[in-house]
């Protein structure tokens, strides 16, 4: 087993698949958060790189073809453990939104930013982010998403949601 452990020894530890799953899934997200939603390293950003900084780590891990293939396994498996989506919504989705709605409720505290509700504002940006990366993985294949070009993805999300889609009056 590429674990370095045999079956049994995984399922001694874990009751089943589900709760397997969600380990992996938590250390992900931990290592994510110590290298991409540093708060301190954040808010010495300007909000844009700030936001296409965050972005990128979760384009990245999104790209990642381990990553990808798990995202799948937890899309097909959600309906038979639902607790397994729900704890993937309660914890690893909501740290990531914390962390991102953190930084804005921060900018919006210090005027760098004005968002009526940055909690909100954290989750559209996120859906910005991930629905095409999302779509890609669910439906798409891997040479589809190697086509993309996140950089500028990430690019265009960032000042869509920076400036909005209204003309400046100068």
């Given amino acids: 087993m590429e674990a370095g452990v045999s079956t049994r020894t995984i399922y001694e530890r874990y009751k089943n698949k589900a709760e397997l799953l969600a380990a992996v ?21 300007e909000p844009s790189q700030a936001l296409w900084s965050m972005g990128r780590v979760i384009a990245a891990r999104a790209c990642d073809p381990e990553s990808a293939a798990l995202f799948r396994i937890l899309a097909h498996e959600a309906p038979r ?42 989750v559209l940006f996120l859906q910005m982010v991930c629905a095409e990366l999302h779509d890609c993985l669910l439906f798409g294949n891997a040479a589809e998403l190697a086509t993309l070009d996140f950089e500028s993805h990430l690019t265009n999300v960032v000042d869509l949601f920076l400036n909005g889609a209204l003309p400046r009056h100068r």
């Fill in 81 to 122: 453990y639902p607790e397994l989506a729900a704890k993937m919504r309660t914890s690893a989705k909501a740290r990531i939104d914390g962390a991102v709605a953190g930084y804005l409720r921060r900018q919006n505290s210090v005027g760098t930013l004005r968002l009526a509700d940055p909690d909100r504002a954290a």
């Fill in 25 to 45: 899934i938590t250390r992900l997200v931990d290592r994510d958060m110590e290298s991409g939603f540093a708060s301190a390293e954040l808010d010495k950003l």
